[in-house]
Structure formats: C-alpha cells, structure tokens
C-alpha cells in the first residue's frame, strides 16, 4: 500500500523550534518577564463566569475591534484580529500569497516570515540586510523590481537584531511595490518610532502588532493587524469562522483597560534594556547590537556557541543564535526583571572571565 503523499514541496520543511530548559533564568523567548495585572485576570475569569460559552463566539469580533479602534484612534474596519500574529501572519499570506506567488524578506529576521510562505506554498525571495542589520532601501527596490512580489515583509523593531527600520525605509519600499508591505512590530511599543503612524496613507501598508510581549498575554495567542479596509474585509472572508474564542475576545477587550499600566512596563524594560546593554558593552569580547526592542542581539568575539553553554551552566538561558546563518557567534538576551537581568551580567562576566582564564 503506498503512503499518502503530502505536498511534494513539504519535503524538505523543517519545523519551528525554540527549545526550553528548565533553568532560574530564561531569557530565551522575548516574553515579557511579568504576569499580567492581577486585576486584569480577576475581570477577565468574572467575564468568563458570565459569557455564554455554549455559543459560538462573535465572529465579527465587533467589541474588541471597537476597543482596539479607541486605543489605536483607529477605525474598527481597518482593524484584523487572530490567535497571535502568526495566524495574522498565516491568514495575510493564505489570501495573498500562495502557489505562483512570491514574497520578500530581509534576513536576518523573524523566522516565521519564511516558514508561513513555505507552508503557505508561496516562493521565498530572500534580500540581504546590512551589516548593521539595517535594510539598504535602493537594494530593497531592485529587489522588488526584479522579483514582482505579492508580499514584503519588513520587521521593526526585527527580531533577532533589534533594528528599528526608518519609516523612510518603509515608504521607499511600499513606493517600489504593486504588493502588499508587512511590517511585523511585535516589538512596537518598545520602539520609539511606528509604521502606525503612516499606515492611513498607504492602502497597502500592513502593520502587525501582538499581545504576546508588551501584554504579558503570549498564552493567550492574541494578535492584529491594522490595514485597509479592504484587505481587512477579505481576511474575515480566509480567515476559518469563529477562529478567535469567546476567553480570547474578552481578554483582548479587558487588557485595554490596563494601558497605563503596560505603558509603564514598557518604560520599565527599556530602562532595564538600557542597563543591560551599558553592562555588556563593559566587558571585553562583546558588540552589542542598538536595539528598539525588549531584547538585545550580541556578537562574541570568540565562540558564540561556546559563551551560551557557559552561560547555561550557570543557570542563565539566552537563545543561541550563533550558528544561523549571518548570525555568527550571535546570541539574544530578553529583556528580564531586574534580577533576572543582574543574574544575567553576573553570568556573563563570569563566563566570559572563564575563557580568558
Ligand atoms: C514574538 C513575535 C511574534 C509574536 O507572535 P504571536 O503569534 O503574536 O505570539 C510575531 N512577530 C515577531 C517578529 C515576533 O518576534
């Protein structure tokens, strides 16, 4: 009997990991390093007790459209939500991309970008960044012409660098392209600058945004978009019904209730991300990337790899970056709670110490 074949360009498909150990200090994931407010939790289970969770949720996710609308002095019609921006990710390229179809990324960046164009079955066109991890913008339009994509992705601030793009960037690109321009800020609000503020212009701006890092909801799978109307309208249309539940919906909604207490997180982190970045640069064997995110990217100058198993051993996890490809000797540190940030240039020093020993 022969096995049923999957899609022959599924072959070669590796998944996406993030591997986990259990250790005191994880600073591997780009979460944010707090609970959300117990207040928050406590509105969110008493509206949970109340909703009728024998019905199907709204499918037009009206009142969190509304919420996110008045945080974002957006209107709610040019306003998408999903189950974390990678389904918004997923959803955008299933109306936009797929078979015959072509999108453009920038690497290093956020490798979901590629593994939902593969899995999606739409041709990866592949630019390269700067050596300062920037988007060179005349390379990025020939880039453009010469492979007529359906789709841009951009990333700002772009994990695993942290590099904020100039908005300029942005507009040369969405001025060199029929297609769609994707700008993943999942890192936003760390950021001191934000496509959200040109979105309105460009019809065929996209900005990506989740609930995942700031709103300390990463469990939750909660994420959005800001587009025009249009492409909103025919990602409700791809999107499955009532992809987003009731508990996601009232969550989303809730949280908005805490903004000023995320913003204060927010100032929080990049006060820390500071700290920690004036911390590493002080020891030898280091360069530290500028970042506009709630992590910073490092280059070791000796084995990157090597200076993450010391780190490891003494109980400090950061992502290993150091054999992907322009990625060299790179690790990235998230951004933690101050303690969890002192262990970390505590480790640090001694690790490094270590190899000069
Ligand atoms: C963390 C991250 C996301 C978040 O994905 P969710 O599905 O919303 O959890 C999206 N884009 C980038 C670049 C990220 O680093």
């Given amino acids: 009997m022969t096995r049923p074949e999957p899609r022959s360009d599924l072959r070669g498909l590796e998944g996406y990991h993030s591997p986990q150990v259990d250790v005191d200090v994880r600073l591997n994931t780009n979460e ?21 969770l024998h019905r199907y949720p709204d499918r037009a996710v009206a009142k969190l459209r509304s919420a996110l609308g008045t945080h974002l002095g957006a209107d709610p019609a040019t306003i998408f939500c999903a189950n974390g921006s990678n389904e918004v990710l997923q959803t955008l390229l299933l109306a936009y991309g797929g078979f015959g179809r072509r999108a453009v990324v920038f690497e290093p960046s956020y490798a979901l970008h590629t593994h939902i164009a593969e899995i999606t079955g739409t041709d990866l066109v592949v630019g390269e960044r700067r050596d300062d991890y920037t988007v060179d913008p005349d390379e990025a339009a020939k880039l453009i012409a010469d492979s007529d994509p359906a789709v841009t992705f951009l990333c700002s601030p772009n994990n695993p660098s942290g590099t904020v793009e100039p908005l300029a960037t942005i507009e040369a690109v969405l001025a ?4 769609l321009v994707v700008v993943d800020e999942a890192y936003g ?9 040109i979105q309105a212009d460009h019809d065929r701006l996209v900005v990506v945004r989740t609930f995942s890092k700031v709103w300390s909801m990463a469990a939750v799978r909660l994420g959005f978009c800001v587009a025009a109307p249009g492409i909103v309208a025919l990602l409700d249309k791809v999107v499955l019904p009532y992809a ?11 949280a908005l209730g805490f903004t000023d207490e995320m913003a204060r997180r927010v100032e929080t ?3 820390e991300r500071e700290r920690l970045r004036s911390g590493l640069e002080a020891l030898d064997g280091l360069t530290v990337f500028p970042s506009g995110a709630n992590f910073l990217l490092v280059r070791v100058a000796d084995d990157g790899h090597a200076l993450w198993q010391r780190l490891l051993d003494r109980g400090v996890l ?13 690790l990235r540190i998230t951004v933690g709670t101050p303690d969890e940030n002192d262990a970390c240039l505590e480790a640090f020093a001694g690790a490094l110490g270590e190899d000069a020993a």
């Fill in 32 to 52: 944010s390093p707090f609970a959300p407010p117990t207040a928050f939790v406590e509105e969110w289970l008493g509206a949970l007790r109340e909703a009728p």
């Fill in 176 to 179: 060199a392209t029929d297609g």
């Fill in 189 to 197: 609000e760390f950021a001191p600058q934000s496509a959200l503020t």
């Fill in 244 to 254: 987003l539940s009731t508990p996601t919906q009232l969550a989303g909604e809730l």
């Fill in 269 to 271: 982190l990049v006060t």
């Fill in 318 to 330: 950061v992502r290993d970056f150091s054999r992907r490809e322009r990625l060299d000797d790179c």
